[in-house]
């Protein structure tokens, strides 16, 4: 079994009178992406706060590499990486000389350990260069390589895909597999966005107004979840056969929803043709995890 890095139990926040975070737990294990995946508000940045040491739970544990951050808050914060929000750069340093200043701040990290973080991000042509010029994914990049230099167990990035453009969203996501991979670290990533994180993470816990309300693999959420779109004439008729072996949804612009199974979905073809309807489309449909979280949120849409 893949050692836990980084444990969360019945973490509470009450601020100004007010529980913000209501008593959720999670583990995270070696190697594995795990998603925090919620909309806006919905607490994600306070449970993040309180992991790296910004601010203090109300009540609840939490263990980075197995060190409670209270009773050994050195120890927990040397294995643990960190972006909240924004990366904290200097623009007028070069990304090297801003390596250089946060690896005097941590102990015993050489030249050597900055260039291979430096490698690992991939900024090794642009690394004497000036912040000011690099890009928003380079600029990530870099806050990453910081977060990197003391080699820890794991990396706690805040929403990392803000305000990257798409190729930029895409490079950022296969990059942090790949450090998942290489470097066999635990990477907690926020997101509000359902897509990214079904495209990123192995494992995800919901959460929605202060309390995770499910965690779980992402294959596990998706499986069993593919759809039909169906498109055919006469639509009564239509609806009449497939509503006889399976329950159908109706949607807005005229398409029928069914289930999706690997042999009874073509024999309902075969009955719709039979019984003289024309089926003009009949699509599968990939699940995605926005029908999941309405669900188990009765409505409350996200984004
Ligand atoms: N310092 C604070 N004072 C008062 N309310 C706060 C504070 N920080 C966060 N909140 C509230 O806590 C809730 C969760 O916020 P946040 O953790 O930033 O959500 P997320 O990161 O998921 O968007 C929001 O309703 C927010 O207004
Ligand atoms: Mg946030």
């Given at each position: 079994?893949k050692?836990?890095?980084l444990?969360?139990?019945?973490?509470?926040?009450?601020?100004r009178?007010k529980?913000?975070?209501?008593?959720?737990?999670?583990e995270?294990?070696?190697?594995e992406?795990?998603?925090?995946l919620?909309p806006n508000?919905?607490?994600?940045?306070?449970?993040i706060?309180?992991?790296?040491?910004l601010?203090k739970?109300t009540?609840?544990?939490?263990?980075?590499?197995g060190?409670?951050?209270v009773?050994?808050?050195?120890p927990?914060?040397?294995?643990?990486?960190?972006?909240v929000?924004?990366?904290?750069?200097?623009?007028y340093?070069?990304g090297?000389?801003?390596?250089?200043?946060f690896?005097r701040?941590?102990?015993a990290?050489?030249?050597?350990?900055?260039k291979e973080v430096?490698e690992?991000?991939g900024l090794?042509?642009?690394i004497?260069?000036?912040?000011k010029?690099?890009s928003?994914?380079?600029r990530q990049?870099?806050?990453i390589?910081q977060a990197?230099l003391?080699?820890?167990?794991v990396?706690?990035?805040d929403e990392?895909?803000?305000?990257?453009?798409?190729?930029g969203?895409?490079?950022?996501?296969e990059?942090?597999?790949?450090?998942?991979?290489?470097?066999?670290?635990?990477?907690?990533?926020?997101s509000h966005?359902?897509?990214e994180i079904?495209?990123l993470c192995?494992?995800?816990a919901?959460?929605?107004?202060g309390?995770?309300i499910?965690?779980?693999?992402v294959e596990?959420l998706l499986?069993?979840r593919?759809?039909?779109?169906?498109?055919?004439?006469?639509?009564e008729r239509?609806k009449?056969v497939?509503?006889?072996?399976?329950?159908i949804e109706?949607?807005?612009?005229?398409?029928i929803?069914?289930?999706?199974h690997e042999?009874?979905?073509?024999?309902w073809?075969k009955?719709?043709v039979e019984a003289?309807v024309?089926v003009?489309e009949m699509?599968?449909?990939?699940p995605?995890?926005?029908d999941?979280f309405?669900e188990l949120?009765g409505?409350n849409k996200?984004?």
């Open positions: 079994m050692n836990i890095t444990s969360v139990h019945n973490l509470k926040k009450v601020i009178g529980e913000i975070i209501k008593g959720i737990s999670f995270l294990k070696q190697g992406v795990f998603g925090f919620g508000g919905a607490g994600k940045t306070t449970t706060r309180m992991l790296v040491g601010i739970p009540s609840g544990s939490i263990h980075i590499g060190y409670n951050i009773d050994h808050f050195e927990a914060m040397r294995n643990l990486g960190c972006i929000e924004n990366p904290e750069l200097y623009p340093l070069s090297y000389d801003n390596l250089l200043h690896a701040m941590l102990e990290i050489g030249e050597e350990r900055i430096t690992l991000v090794t042509d642009r004497h260069d000036k912040v010029t690099y928003l994914g380079m990049r870099l806050g390589a990197l003391g080699s820890p167990k990396l706690i990035l990392p895909t803000n305000g990257l453009d798409p190729a969203i895409r490079e950022m996501r990059f942090i597999r790949f450090l998942a991979e290489k470097e066999d670290l635990s990477v907690l990533v926020s966005l359902l897509s079904q495209l192995d494992r995800v919901i959460i929605t107004k309390s995770i499910r965690t779980d693999s596990t499986a069993n593919e759809r039909v779109v169906w498109r055919f004439q006469p639509f239509g009449q497939l509503s006889s072996v399976t329950s109706e949607t807005e612009d005229g398409t929803l069914t289930e999706f042999t009874q979905t073509p024999e073809n009955m719709l003289g024309s003009m699509n599968r449909k990939l995605v995890l926005e999941l309405l949120t409505g996200i984004e």
